[in-house]
């Protein structure tokens, strides 16, 4: 029977109402002994490092979350943490980065109500979780949720209430569980990484923020930002565009990326990715040095992924060579 560790750190899925709201309480065992036939899947240990509403994570927490993996990686045969909906996809995507190759499944799962809920999907989610981390074939950091099974870089809550919560955004859901199997999509099991050891990180650059175009912006936030940024990931307008109508956003940006800092683009539309050189008002920076294009990523991802990058060198090359590296299918490559 296999070994997993349950890392409990809070969210919905642990909370009971306390008269000013939800907020966690329960702990790791008292969750699991809620659901049925969980014991007959594996043996679970657990460890509670936190128990707090995911709104209160920070990337220290990641870190923290990371360690214990690290240390306890050769004990056991796979991961499960327990974590509220809200940032689980930035938490998802910062193991990603974290931990990186690992032949070991890393599962993240939560619930929409909390487990004391009659008409929860607390117990469902974690049963389905445990399933998925126990079966051979799975590999690396994925959130597993509503029956799915979706890349860790690729995750984002959809939704506030329904049950669905979580979408695969711009590649397919890995897995799906049906009952007692895990079925692959298209019938793919991945090679699996046999005795290789992760690459664990251990620093991260807290100083990235994302700032979304809006209309009449002002260019002057890119300079009242450099104080306490050393990146911003831009959201851009549609495929790629930003305001072009006097240069002042072309100067702006250019200056922050010339001063040493770092800048993404992104496009704040969901779905399919930028490209700058569609139209002429991102044409401009498709080709300046040291701005980064997030091309199909998730905003989650590129945050929790620069903010890696960062953490690790500052070389103007080597940041273009980790952030353009894809990592647990963050990004498809370019031909």
């Known amino acids: ?155 984002r809550k959809q939704r506030t209430m329904s049950f669905n919560a979580f979408t695969s955004m711009n590649y397919p859901s890995l897995a799906y569980i049906r009952g007692e199997r895990v079925v692959r999509a298209a019938g793919v099991v991945p090679a699996k990484k046999r005795g290789e050891l992760p690459t664990f990180s251990n620093s991260l650059n807290e100083r990235v923020i994302v700032l979304k175009l809006t209309p009449e912006l002002q260019p002057s936030i890119f300079s009242l930002l450099e104080r306490d940024y050393d990146a911003i990931i831009l959201e851009t307008f549609g495929i790629g565009g930003i305001p072009a109508y006097d240069g002042s956003y072309q100067q702006a940006i250019f200056d922050w990326v010339d001063s040493g800092r770092t800048l993404v683009v992104t496009t704040q539309v969901p779905e399919e990715g930028l490209d700058l050189g569609v139209y002429e008002v991102g044409h401009a920076y498709a080709e300046k040095d040291g701005i980064l294009k997030g091309d199909d990523m998730t905003t989650e991802a590129l945050v929790a992924k620069t903010m890696w990058v960062l953490g690790q060198t500052r070389d103007p090359a080597e940041v273009a060579r980790l952030f353009y590296e894809p990592i647990n299918h963050d990004r498809i490559p370019r031909a």
């Open 1 to 155: 029977m296999k070994r997993i560790l349950m890392i409990a750190t809070g969210g919905t899925i642990a909370s009971t109402e306390d008269g000013a709201g939800l907020a966690p309480t329960m702990t790791g065992p008292e969750l699991a002994r809620q659901v049925p036939l969980l014991d007959t899947l594996c043996e679970l240990d657990f460890v509670q490092p936190m128990n707090i509403d995911s709104t209160n994570m920070r990337p220290r927490d990641w870190l923290r979350i990371a360690a214990i993996i690290r240390e306890a990686y050769d004990a056991y045969d796979g991961f499960v943490i327990l974590h509220g909906t809200d940032t689980m996809a930035y938490t998802a995507a910062a193991l990603s980065y974290l931990i990186r190759d690992s032949e070991k499944p890393i599962v993240l799962t939560g619930s929409q109500q909390p487990m004391a809920n009659p008409f929860t999907d607390a117990k469902l989610n974690l049963y389905q979780s445990v399933l998925y981390a126990c079966d051979d074939d799975s590999q690396d950091v994925n959130v597993v949720f509503g029956a799915k099974v979706i890349c860790g870089t690729r995750a």
